[in-house]
């Protein structure tokens, strides 16, 4: 068993305006998070998951869990 760790973050835009409401999803899986009105999400995922993130109007963005247990998201519109 892979141990699952807590992963904090935030999904911003290129201006580094913070994308309310984003959807947080471990890929293949239905178990996902959404970020609150700041952008800012925590999610509880292996390493090596890819974490699955969206919102409207801007690109679907995927990111592979790294050791680091804090992540910047920047979403192309």
């Known amino acids: 068993k892979v141990a699952t760790k807590t992963i ?8 580094k305006n ?9 890929k293949g899986t239905k178990r996902g998070v959404v970020a609150d009105a700041k952008g800012l999400f925590s999610i509880k995922a292996p390493q090596g998951a890819v974490l699955m993130i ?3 109007g801007y690109q679907t963005t995927a990111i592979t869990v790294s050791e ?5 998201v920047k979403m192309n519109d």
Do not use: R
């Not at 904090?8 to 201006?15: A, C, I, L, P, S």
């Not at 680091?68 to 910047?72: A, F, M, V």
């Open 8 to 15: 904090q973050g935030k999904v911003t835009d290129n201006n």
């Open 54 to 56: 969206s919102a409207v």
């Open 68 to 72: 680091k247990t804090e992540l910047n």
């Open 18 to 26: 913070p994308i309310a409401y984003a959807s947080i999803i471990i």
